[in-house]
């Protein structure tokens, strides 16, 4: 299924999963000590602002607005594992089963432009590269689908190969 950049389910569920702390937080504050309460937003206005300036930073360097996404989601989900410990460790605990969850079925979407790169079995790369051809440069990147610094090298990849 070909969806919106944006609208991937991989966007959509980490930060559905993000969002879910507010619901969580608006409950467990009904309950909670005033005390409790007023300690609880000081930690969580600190962190909005810490979250804010390191995206801000992250925004200055020149980045794809899908790098920028990710680091955002990932920083973001850093910050809700930490004020769910602040609320209760059994939170702490859903979200990280959550995030498990996430890691282990929500792939980030592969760059849209390919470029000239070929996914190859090591069979096939042997075969390419013992052809005899001396003239061509092959670039070989090793990566995992898994890993969002990978996915980005991937754009690079496909971006070098368009310009050769």
């Known amino acids: ?3 919106p950049r944006a609208l ?3 966007y959509a569920f980490h930060g559905a999963a993000i969002i ?3 619901v969580l937080h608006h409950t467990a ?3 909670a000590a005033p005390s409790a309460r007023s300690r609880l937003e000081k930690w969580e206005m600190q962190a909005a602002l810490s979250l804010g300036i390191v995206l801000a930073i992250r925004c200055v360097r020149r980045i794809t607005w899908e790098v920028f996404l990710s680091d ?4 973001s989900k850093a910050l809700v594992a930490l004020l769910a410990f602040m609320l209760d460790w059994r939170l702490l605990a859903w979200y990280l089963v959550i995030f498990a969850m996430l890691f282990l079925l929500c792939v980030q979407p592969a ?3 390919e470029g000239n790169v070929l996914p190859l079995t090591p069979l096939q790369l042997e075969n390419l590269l013992t052809d005899g051809n001396q003239n061509i440069v092959r670039l070989v990147e090793f990566g995992a689908v898994w890993s969002p610094r990978c996915v980005q090298l991937r754009r690079l990849f ?3 190969s368009v310009r050769s």
Do not use: F, K, V
Request: no cysteine.
């Open 1 to 3: 299924m070909d969806w």
């Open 8 to 10: 991937h389910p991989y």
């Open 20 to 22: 879910s702390y507010l």
């Open 29 to 31: 504050l009904r309950s």
């Open 72 to 75: 955002a989601l990932l920083y």
């Open 111 to 113: 760059p849209s432009d």
């Open 158 to 160: 496909s971006e070098i």
